[in-house]
């Protein structure tokens, strides 16, 4: 006889009719887990730490000197956001208040500290070396290089009026020219209008777009300026344009025309190459034919292969080989 335990001895209730009252292997069983002990998840927890990553680790190969600030800065904000740790540079994700939480945001924090300090110049460490969080040393780098920027703009605006093409291929001069554009619209930002859209038949937009229309119709300008001189008749297409195109679809067409050119030369090269090398085995076979002996006849300067007239004039052949002899 099977003895079923009383469930109502332990404080549970009884189990209801037609359930099996014994847990099977395959039942799952619930856990349930304080607040503060949910398994953290890499992909989308900025307070795990990945097995890969330590103090000592390269960043980016951008390193900050005087000259390379906006480079540096796009660097930094193109790999913390990879290793869901922008948060702590930009504010967005300030310490917890739990004390568990807490001390894991401090650890982290001096990580990402760490790989701040490590894209910055040695002779440049000292001076951010008191800060205490990844985002006063952020704060302090961006007050030293952004706060005074006249003179930066100044040579800004000069590198982008003398800027050329020169040797430089035509993707590799726009992408420069690019750069410059990208750090001076970061230093001077194109002016907005303050409803941010929310009006309708806003003169404020409408002067905001015309500005936008203008900022970009210099900027083609400044671009076709410092290309070579064998782009003038494609920039005269270009600007023949009732509405003159973006600066990349100006790009764009100026490299089809390149590529259509280099696909033509390499053609004519080639071509120029079949042609010499015709010419040259010519050569050879004349100066060939010159010092060889005829099997047939004795004669030199053709050969038995060659000789037509031992198949149609076998007289005209006797004739000739009277003559060599």
Same mark, same amino acid.
């Given at each position: =006889?099977?003895?079923?335990?009383?469930?109502?001895?332990?404080?549970?209730?009884?189990?209801?009719?037609?359930?099996?009252?014994?847990?099977?292997?395959?039942?799952?069983?619930?856990?349930?887990?304080?607040?503060?002990?949910?398994?953290?998840?890499?992909?989308?927890?900025?307070?795990?730490?990945?097995?890969?990553?330590?103090?000592?680790?390269?960043?980016?190969?951008?390193?900050?000197?005087?000259?390379?600030?906006?480079?540096?800065?796009?660097?930094?904000?193109?790999?913390?956001?990879?290793?869901?740790?922008?948060?702590?540079?930009?504010?967005?994700?300030?310490?917890?208040?739990?004390?568990?939480?807490?001390?894991?945001?401090?650890?982290?924090?001096?990580?990402?500290?760490?790989?701040? =300090?490590?894209t910055i110049?040695?002779?440049?460490?000292?001076?951010?070396?008191?800060?205490?969080?990844?985002?006063?040393?952020?704060?302090?780098?961006?007050?030293?290089?952004?706060?005074?920027?006249?003179?930066?703009?100044y040579?800004?605006q000069?590198?982008?009026?003398?800027?050329?093409?020169?040797?430089?291929?035509?993707e590799?001069?726009?992408?420069?020219?690019?750069?410059?554009?990208?750090? =001076?619209?970061s230093?001077?930002?194109v002016?907005?209008?303050?409803?941010?859209?929310?009006?309708?038949?806003?003169?404020?937009?409408?002067?905001?777009?015309?500005?936008?229309?203008?900022?970009?119709?210099?900027?083609?300008?400044?671009?076709?300026?410092?290309?070579?001189?064998?782009?003038?008749?494609?920039?005269?297409?270009?600007? =023949?344009?009732?509405?003159?195109?973006?600066?990349?679809?100006?790009?764009?067409?100026?490299?089809?025309?390149?590529?259509?050119?280099?696909?033509?030369?390499?053609?004519?090269?080639? +071509?120029?190459?079949?042609?010499?090398?015709?010419?040259?085995?010519n050569?050879?076979?004349?100066?060939? +034919?010159?010092?060889?002996?005829?099997?047939?006849?004795?004669?030199?300067?053709?050969?038995?292969?060659?000789?037509?007239?031992?198949?149609?004039?076998?007289?005209?052949v006797?004739?000739?080989?009277?003559?060599?002899?």
């Amino acid at each position: =006889m099977v003895n079923f335990r009383d469930e109502t001895s332990s404080g549970s209730p009884n189990p209801s009719y037609g359930t099996n009252p014994f847990p099977t292997v395959n039942e799952p069983q619930v856990t349930h887990q304080q607040p503060g002990s949910v398994k953290r998840k890499y992909n989308n927890d900025p307070l795990v730490i990945h097995p890969v990553d330590h103090p000592g680790l390269t960043l980016t190969t951008a390193v900050l000197t005087r000259e390379t600030y906006f480079g540096w800065c796009l660097s930094i904000q193109l790999a913390l956001p990879a290793k869901i740790k922008i948060g702590f540079i930009d504010g967005t994700f300030p310490r917890p208040i739990d004390q568990e939480d807490g001390r894991q945001w401090g650890i982290v924090d001096s990580m990402v500290r760490a790989w701040i =300090m490590n894209t910055i110049d040695i002779r440049l460490q000292r001076r951010f070396q008191s800060t205490k969080t990844s985002r006063d040393l952020w704060l302090e780098v961006k007050s030293r290089y952004e706060g005074n920027n006249g003179p930066r703009r100044y040579y800004l605006q000069k590198d982008i009026v003398i800027l050329q093409q020169g040797r430089n291929d035509l993707e590799e001069y726009y992408s420069k020219v690019r750069l410059l554009w990208d750090e =001076m619209f970061s230093l001077k930002p194109v002016r907005r209008c303050r409803c941010g859209g929310t009006k309708t038949d806003c003169d404020g937009c409408f002067l905001e777009t015309e500005m936008l229309q203008d900022d970009e119709e210099n900027k083609l300008l400044q671009f076709l300026m410092g290309l070579n001189d064998h782009y003038d008749y494609v920039k005269d297409q270009i600007l =023949m344009q009732e509405s003159w195109p973006a600066v990349y679809k100006a790009f764009t067409m100026l490299q089809n025309v390149e590529k259509n050119n280099y696909s033509r030369s390499v053609q004519q090269d080639s +071509s120029m190459y079949v042609r010499e090398g015709n010419d040259r085995r010519n050569y050879l076979d004349k100066s060939k +034919s010159k010092n060889s002996i005829c099997n047939h006849c004795g004669g030199k300067g053709h050969l038995k292969e060659k000789l037509f007239q031992t198949s149609r004039l076998p007289g005209l052949v006797e004739t000739t080989k009277r003559k060599t002899e």
